[in-house]
């Protein structure tokens, strides 16, 4: 899914591309989105851009099933992409 380009918040790297939460789904501001290189989370403006996450949104991420998944699934691209 392409986004209008950002950078991470946190580590700078080039983000534009974000992982649906399910098939299908269109980004839509409010959705998550995850560094694939540090793990930060942030959350998609509505112009799309990366924002930093409220107190809120962090407390409910912290449980999230899908954030969980997420995560693991980061872990594995990167396994990959090392050499
Ligand atoms: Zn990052």
Redesign the pocket.
Known sequence: MKLPTSA??????R?DAVTATHDGDIPEPGDITI??????QMALTRGLRLRELTKRERRNQANNQWTKFVEQQRRIIMEKHKH
């Open positions: 991470c918040l946190k580590c700078g790297d983000l560094c694939l290189r540090c793990g930060h």
